[in-house]
């Protein structure tokens, strides 16, 4: 069974970094694009930064230059990772993982982890 787990959220003040992660297991395939997303009060669920597995990224406008996703590929379980700088408050959101497994062929979500940017 697919999980994903994830960490690292919290508080933390406009300017600062705050890194995420996520582990994701129980395909036996492993995983393609994994990425985060985030979701904002009263606003549709966006894009963050995605990485296949091949190692190529895309990432949304707004966080280029201050976010940078990596991933390490384990035997049993992926780790992603999410690094982010020069917090504004308007990163402040519930950031998801989503993971595509290869042996169903379906995407998977975490549990969502909140980060809050705010003096």
């Known amino acids: 069974q697919v999980q994903l787990v994830e960490s690292g959220g919290g508080l933390v003040q406009p300017g600062g970094s705050l890194r995420l992660s996520c582990a994701a297991s129980?395909?036996?395939?492993?995983?393609?694009?994994m990425g985060w997303y985030r979701q904002a009060p009263g606003k549709q669920r966006e894009l963050v930064e995605r990485?296949?597995?091949?190692?190529?990224?895309?990432?949304a406008d707004s966080v280029k230059g201050r976010f940078t996703i990596s991933r390490d590929n384990a035997k049993n379980t992926v780790l992603v990772y999410l690094q982010m700088n020069s917090l504004k408050p308007e990163d402040s959101a519930v950031y998801y993982c989503?993971?595509?497994?290869?042996?169903?062929?379906?995407?998977?979500w975490g549990q969502g982890t909140q980060v809050t940017v705010s003096s």
């Open positions: 989503n993971a595509f497994a290869l042996y169903s062929g379906r995407n998977y």
């Open positions: 129980g395909s036996a395939f492993g995983f393609g694009a």
């Open positions: 990485i296949f597995s091949g190692g190529s990224t895309n990432y």
